[in-house]
């Protein structure tokens, strides 16, 4: 199991998260935060931290933002495998799924 970051966080990405995470497997995509399915190692550091609750173990993304497990995956497809989110930098892209929201504020 992940953790998966959920729709909350599309626009806002405060990145608490990122550095809370011992393993720097959050990446930052053009509107919003993903977690790494491979290289996540569940210790549940980014969750409490998260300002705007956006952050779900896999198995409990509420039903309205249950697309977002599928879209975390999806946002890595093309990436592969990483060791380093920082090393990376920010992805100008995401998930189909974020993309077509509208912006908000």
């Not at 999806?74 to 189909?96: C, M, N, Q, Y």
Request: charged residues 30%.
């Amino acid at each position: 199991m992940t953790y998966v970051i959920a729709e909350p966080c599309v626009d806002v990405m405060d990145k608490a998260c990122v550095e809370e995470c011992p393993v720097d497997c959050i990446y930052e995509g053009a509107r919003t935060m993903y977690i790494h399915p491979d290289e996540c190692t569940d210790c549940n550091a980014c969750e409490p931290v998260c300002p705007v609750e956006a952050i779900y173990p896999e198995d409990d993304v509420p039903g309205e933002w249950g697309g977002y497990v599928r879209a975390n995956a999806d946002f890595f497809a093309d990436l592969g495998v990483t060791s380093s989110a920082r090393r990376t930098g920010k992805i100008d892209r995401d998930a189909p799924l974020v993309a077509q929201l509208p912006r908000k504020g």
